[in-house]
């Protein structure tokens, strides 16, 4: 349901649910409750037709037209469920304006139990959530080790009135944090009565079982009424072993297959392997590999290698690598979507002193249980581990070796547990001034954060001793000194004891926190009146106090206790915001209003922010019944993340990881992320120095309702953002990719590198973050936020909404968002070219809706696209049917153009209402059974092209009952 969906002709209507008086705090007020509307109405106050007025995001102040200068989605909370969505972020992340949110919510995020909205592509910490108006606390780990956003999956769907979604810059109405955009989520209000909603569901290829129990109700009196919610949901999680098609990592796209793995199958993922002084591997003892106690987790796997002249295999030469025991099913602990458990209660009501003046409160408490993981222990040569040993058992030089632990040795799957506790407590004083002409409301608000993470560690020294034994020594061979130990082959090669986990087995706890106290004064009211209207006015003054704390585990990440992910995030601090903002809408004739509107706020942080200054106008005009032209523009300033500003150096090392160079040196046509014999260190680090983002934001387009055919509404706005000195973090991979790029020119495939030219300020800076030995293996890498140059995304939104009501077949309502995005331009440097990389992201994304209903059935069909994106390979040459990637520039070589297809799903509810106290309602997720295929140049796993939201989930099924106690 889009903005669209209520227009004019359905104010009416929609002012039932909305009615409120002028003081317009946020969009909390737009439910302000019906005592005090019953109590003016009573008093035949002469100024009760400003309750005719409404409150949208975008805006303080109150108006009588729901559309307004800036394009506003609306998505109501009835339509969530119909639309076939469990949660606040599924709905979120179907919306045209939003783009897949950057870190991937499964295996190897640092905050797996968390979801982010990432409008407009821009990123997760550059948009503001809000409910009833107000902001909430940032979730306390941060998006991929770097960033804070807030956390859209925490948030219980039974309160849910509406969803208001302002995807541009509003610095200046809001502040800092929406330099994308806002999203305000409003409860529902007055109450009356107690509801109980129950769902089940499930998954047809199984997995992602699901369960919620909602009960809401609500209680009035003469000057008082009480709301309340208790929800409990719970969702299983949904593991690589359960889809068949993701147990190995030989499920990569054929292209990815090079004249190795074409000629003797492709290389499967090592877990029981020893290498000797040749870097050969050592043949299992016969039968190891297939033993019982590992429950198939093994089967034997030998490496050849064949020879290549230029363009073609030469058969006659074959190297034999050895033989070694490979995973079979290497994902199947790796967590796709995460499980949880949820448990919320929420609390709100207010009283009526009369003479205008209410107190109103509320206390919201969320608790979350979450589980997840990705490989089990396991032991290879890493940091103060030993590469290379001389083993005295077998007078062998051993070069390499890897010990992967299983099940049914550690007694489980060692999964990760994520406990989080989050309340949010509001209480508040409002009224009017001056005989009713000016509304005020002064708030004040305290929220809390926590989350503590559970895991089984990583002991590789104790592993190591446990399988090799203590030091003998050293000894020399030939010309080299090598450690001495000797490998019990019994325990390497065989399954281990549960008792015998348990004398090296570790677990860890990481505890992260972010708090925030906030107080607010909002004052909204006509001014004065000229012969066109009356001018209105909002002011505010705001304080906002807020911080995080990242403690992990005190052990560190050292060769005795490392985290599963291999992450070591610390750090904390405070940030200190105090601001001032006002805000005019200036009739200027019957049919034409302008706004003018700036805010000043001033931070007390780490940062070198100070004082920012933000404004923005807008226009509206109506020329004839029922078309409004409308446009906006605005400044917009976002101070760096405490994330950026407070995270404390951390060091880990790193031995699974894309060499890009190396690939590329070596002409491959892909670069899966494998186990190396060498480890770098990986240093990691926050920007005190950091500039705050600076930049802009306009819109303009038109709303029409179509008044000759009567519900026909269109609308369509052009928007653009941009920001100057925009901050990002350039994590680990990205410096590889870079520094390959820079150094060669080349992307691996072939493909020309462009994002920056070589011998570039930036080209320069990456190569030095990427330390080499003499021998080009990688020993260190740096990584931080850095300020960019440029940032400008621009594109178009439309709409199409319908709503034929018929005589005898009942009414039918649909509504169309479709939203292209024109261009996504980025420079880190000034001396870099600003390139369009469109097509890197979802270009294109349409949602549909159709609904009909008709006496006691409700039927809603909804579909949901994201366009092609730019195919794992494109720009490189097409690899030959041997297997073999010829080099861009030669005549073998077909240079690779191919895009990925739409991901386009379609979702279904039934519901029939067999009388006003029950409702029975069918929902089916993903009607056509559709999955994420894995792109003909993608590695395996989850290399399906998740930029469209693709995924594994399937179908799935869910019934729900509505019951009404009283």
């Given at each position: 349901?889009?903005?669209i969906?209520?227009?004019?002709?359905?104010?009416?209507?929609?002012?039932?649910l909305?009615?409120?008086p002028?003081f317009?705090l946020?969009?909390?007020?737009?439910?302000?409750?019906?005592a005090?509307?019953?109590?003016?109405?009573?008093?035949?106050?002469k100024?009760?037709k400003?309750?005719?007025?409404v409150?949208?995001?975008g805006?303080?102040i109150?108006r009588?037209?729901?559309?307004?200068?800036?394009p506003?989605?609306?998505i109501?909370?009835?339509?969530?469920?119909?639309?076939g969505?469990?949660?606040?972020?599924?709905?979120?992340?179907?919306?045209?304006?939003?783009?897949?949110?950057?870190?991937?919510?499964?295996?190897g995020?640092?905050?797996?139990?968390?979801r982010q909205?990432?409008?407009?592509?821009?990123?997760s910490?550059?948009?503001?959530?809000?409910?009833?108006?107000?902001?909430?606390?940032?979730?306390?780990m941060?998006?991929?080790?770097?960033?804070n956003?807030q956390n859209?999956n925490n948030?219980?769907?039974?309160?849910?009135?509406?969803?208001?979604?302002l995807?541009?810059?509003?610095?200046?109405?809001?502040?800092?944090?929406a330099?994308?955009?806002?999203?305000?989520?409003?409860?529902k209000?007055?109450?009356?009565?107690?509801d109980?909603?129950?769902?089940?569901?499930?998954?047809?290829?199984g997995?992602r079982?699901?369960g919620?129990?909602?009960?809401?109700?609500?209680?009035s009196?003469?000057?008082?009424?009480?709301?309340y919610n208790?929800?409990r949901s719970?969702?299983?999680p949904?593991?690589?072993?359960?889809?068949?098609y993701t147990?190995?990592?030989a499920?990569?796209?054929?292209?990815a297959?090079?004249?190795n793995?074409?000629m003797?199958g492709?290389p499967?993922?090592?877990?029981?392997m020893?290498?000797?002084?040749?870097?050969?591997?050592i043949?299992?003892p016969?039968g190891?590999?297939?033993?019982?106690?590992?429950?198939?987790n093994?089967?034997q796997?030998h490496k050849q290698?064949?020879a290549?002249?230029?363009n073609?295999?030469?058969?006659t030469?074959?190297?034999?690598?050895g033989?070694y025991?490979?995973?079979?099913?290497l994902?199947?602990?790796?967590v796709l979507?995460?499980?949880?458990?949820?448990?919320?209660?929420?609390l709100?009501?207010?009283y009526?002193?009369?003479?205008?003046?209410?107190?109103?409160g509320?206390?919201?408490?969320?608790?979350?249980?979450g589980?997840?993981n990705?490989?089990?222990?396991?032991?290879?040569p890493?940091?103060?581990?030993?590469g290379s040993?001389?083993?005295?058992g077998?007078?062998?030089v051993?070069?390499?070796?890897?010990?992967?632990?299983?099940p049914?040795?550690?007694?489980?799957?060692?999964?990760?547990?994520?406990?989080?506790?989050?309340?949010d407590?509001h209480?508040?004083?409002?009224g009017t001034?001056?005989?009713?002409?000016?509304?005020?409301?002064?708030?004040?608000?305290h929220?809390?954060?926590?989350?503590?993470?559970?895991?089984t560690?990583?002991?590789?020294?104790?592993m190591?001793?446990?399988?090799?034994g203590?030091?003998?020594?050293?000894?020399?061979?030939?010309?080299?000194?090598?450690?001495?130990?000797?490998i019990n082959?019994?325990?390497?090669w065989?399954?281990?004891s549960?008792?015998?986990?348990?004398?090296f087995?570790?677990?860890?706890?990481n505890?992260?926190?972010?708090?925030?106290?906030q107080a607010s004064?909002?004052?909204?009211?006509?001014?004065?009146?000229?012969?066109?209207?009356?001018?209105g006015?909002a002011?505010?003054?705001?304080?906002?106090?807020?911080?995080?704390?990242?403690?992990?585990?005190?052990?560190?990440?050292?060769?005795t206790?490392?985290?599963?992910?291999q992450d070591?995030?610390?750090?904390g601090?405070t940030?200190?915001?105090?601001?001032?903002g006002?805000e005019?809408?200036?009739?200027?004739?019957?049919t034409?209003?302008?706004s003018?509107s700036?805010r000043?706020?001033?931070?007390?942080d780490?940062?070198?922010?100070?004082i920012a200054?933000?404004?923005?106008?807008?226009i509206?005009?109506r020329?004839?019944?029922?078309?409004?032209?409308?446009g906006?523009y605005?400044?917009?300033?976002?101070?760096?993340?405490m994330q950026?500003?407070?995270?404390?150096?951390?060091?880990?090392?790193k031995?699974?990881?894309?060499?890009?160079?190396?690939?590329?040196?070596?002409?491959?046509?892909?670069?899966?992320?494998?186990?190396?014999t060498?480890?770098?260190t990986?240093?990691?680090?926050?920007g005190?120095?950091?500039?705050?983002?600076?930049?802009?934001?306009?819109t303009?387009?038109?709303v029409?309702d179509?008044?000759?055919v009567?519900?026909?509404?269109?609308s369509?706005d052009?928007?653009?953002?941009?920001?100057d000195?925009?901050?990002?973090?350039?994590?680990?991979?990205d410096v590889?990719k870079?520094?390959?790029?820079?150094r060669?020119?080349?992307?691996?495939?072939g493909?020309?590198?462009?994002l920056?030219?070589q011998g570039?300020e930036?080209?320069?800076?990456?190569?030095?973050?990427?330390?080499?030995d003499?021998?080009?293996?990688?020993?260190a890498?740096?990584?931080?936020?850095?300020?960019?140059?440029?940032?400008?995304?621009?594109?178009?939104?439309a709409n199409?909404?319908y709503?034929?009501?018929t005589?005898n077949?009942?009414?039918?309502?649909?509504?169309?968002?479709?939203?292209?995005?024109?261009?996504?331009?980025?420079?880190?440097?000034?001396?870099?070219?600003?390139?369009?990389?469109?097509?890197?992201?979802v270009?294109?994304?349409?949602r549909?809706?159709?609904?009909?209903?008709?006496?006691?059935?409700?039927?809603t069909?909804?579909?949901e696209?994201?366009?092609?994106?730019?195919?794992?390979?494109?720009?490189?040459?097409?690899?030959?049917a041997?297997?073999i990637?010829?080099?861009?520039?030669?005549?073998?070589?077909v240079?690779?153009?191919a895009?990925?297809?739409?991901?386009?799903?379609?979702?279904?509810?039934v519901?029939?209402r067999?009388?006003?106290?029950?409702?029975?309602?069918l929902?089916?997720?993903?009607l056509?059974d559709?999955?994420?295929?894995?792109?003909?140049?993608?590695?395996?796993?989850?290399f399906?092209?998740?930029?469209?939201?693709?995924?594994?989930?399937?179908?799935?099924?869910?019934?729900?009952v509505?019951y009404?106690?009283?």
């Open positions: 349901m889009s903005h969906a209520l227009r004019r002709h359905r104010l009416a209507s929609a002012l039932a909305v009615l409120l002028t317009a946020h969009a909390q007020d737009a439910g302000t409750n019906q005090q509307s019953q109590d003016q109405a009573q008093q035949g106050d100024k009760a400003t309750l005719d007025k409150v949208v995001t805006s303080r109150a009588a037209e729901v559309e307004g200068p800036a506003v989605n609306i109501k909370g009835e339509e969530i469920q119909k639309q969505f469990n949660t606040v972020y599924e709905v979120m992340n179907s919306i045209t304006q939003a783009g897949i949110a950057e870190t991937p919510p499964s295996w995020s640092t905050s797996v139990n968390a909205l990432n409008l407009r592509n821009m990123g910490n550059r948009n503001l959530l809000l409910i009833d108006g107000h902001r909430v606390t940032d979730y306390p941060p998006a991929n080790g770097k960033t956003f859209y948030i219980p769907t039974g309160m849910i009135d509406r969803i208001e979604i995807a541009t810059g509003a610095s200046a109405i809001y502040g800092s944090d330099i994308a955009g806002v999203v305000n989520i409003i409860l209000k007055n109450y009356q009565g107690d109980i909603k129950v769902q089940l569901g499930t998954s047809t290829r997995g079982d699901f919620d129990l909602n009960f809401v109700g609500g209680r009196g003469d000057n008082w009424n009480v709301i208790l929800q719970h969702r299983t949904l593991w690589g072993r359960d889809r068949r147990d190995s990592d499920d990569a796209g054929y292209g297959w090079d004249q793995a074409r003797f492709y499967r993922y090592t877990g029981l020893l290498a000797d002084g040749d870097g050969k591997y043949t299992p016969a190891a590999c297939n033993q019982r106690g590992f429950k198939n093994f089967s796997y290698s064949v290549t002249n230029g073609t295999v030469d058969p030469n074959i190297t034999d690598g033989s025991c490979a995973q079979n099913d994902f199947g602990n790796w979507t995460p499980g949880r458990d949820d448990r919320d209660a929420f709100a009501g207010n009526d002193f009369g003479g205008g003046l209410q107190a109103y509320s206390v919201g408490y969320w608790e979350t249980h589980v997840s990705t490989e089990l222990p396991f032991l290879y890493m940091g103060g581990i030993p040993f001389y083993d005295q077998t007078g062998q051993i070069t390499n070796y890897f010990r992967q632990l299983t049914g040795e550690m007694g489980g799957y060692g999964n990760t547990h994520d406990d989080e506790k989050n309340w407590i209480a508040g004083l409002r001034l001056f005989d009713n002409r000016f509304n005020w409301d002064l708030n004040l608000g929220a809390k954060y926590i989350v503590r993470e559970s895991y560690g990583l002991n590789e020294q104790g190591f001793n446990y399988f090799f203590p030091q003998q020594g050293t000894t020399t061979v030939g010309g080299e000194e090598y450690p001495v130990y000797t082959q019994q325990r390497f065989n399954p281990i549960k008792a015998d986990y348990s004398t087995a570790v677990t860890g706890q505890t992260a926190v972010s708090w925030m106290d004064l909002n004052v909204t009211g006509d001014l004065f009146s000229t012969w066109a209207g009356p001018v006015f002011g505010v003054l705001e304080a906002n106090h807020q911080g995080y704390k990242l403690t992990p585990d005190a052990r560190g990440n050292t060769t206790f490392g985290d599963p992910f070591y995030n610390a750090g601090g940030r200190m915001r105090l601001s001032a006002t005019f809408r200036i009739p200027l004739s019957d034409l209003t302008w003018l700036g000043l706020d001033k931070y007390r780490a940062s070198s922010a100070d200054r933000t404004w923005g106008t807008a509206e005009w020329p004839l019944q029922g078309l409004l032209l409308r906006t605005g400044t917009n300033f976002h101070a760096p993340d950026y500003l407070y995270k404390q150096d951390s060091l880990s090392t031995g699974i990881y894309s060499d890009y160079y190396q690939c590329i040196a070596a002409n491959q046509s892909v670069c899966p992320a494998i186990q190396h060498t480890y770098y990986l240093h990691a680090a926050g005190h120095n950091l500039l705050p983002e600076e930049g802009h934001a306009w303009y387009g038109f029409w179509v008044n000759w009567e519900g026909l509404s269109v369509a052009y928007w653009h953002m941009g920001i000195n925009a901050i990002d973090n350039v994590g680990e991979d590889l870079d520094e390959a790029g820079c060669t020119g080349l992307q691996v495939g493909a020309p590198y462009t920056h030219p570039s930036y080209c320069k800076q990456i190569e030095a973050n990427v330390v080499r003499a021998q080009g293996n990688i020993t890498v740096y990584t931080g936020p850095i300020n960019q140059n440029k940032l400008y995304v621009s594109g178009v939104d199409v909404s709503r034929w009501k005589q077949w009942g009414a039918f309502n649909f509504s169309l968002d479709w939203t292209d995005n024109l261009s996504y331009k980025l420079r880190k440097y000034a001396s870099d070219p600003l390139l369009n990389t469109r097509y890197d992201r270009a294109t994304r349409t549909a809706t159709l609904n009909w209903l008709n006496g006691p059935w409700d039927v069909v909804y579909g696209r994201q366009g092609g994106v730019r195919a794992p390979h494109y720009g490189g040459c097409e690899v030959l041997n297997g990637t010829p080099a861009l520039g030669d005549p073998s070589c240079v690779y153009h895009y990925t297809s739409p991901w386009v799903t379609f979702s279904s509810t519901g029939y067999f009388d006003e106290k029950l409702r029975l309602g929902t089916v997720t993903n056509f559709k999955v994420g295929k894995i792109p003909y140049y993608a590695g395996g796993f989850e399906i092209p998740t930029l469209q939201g693709a995924n594994y989930n399937g179908r799935e099924i869910s019934l729900q509505e009404k106690l009283d």
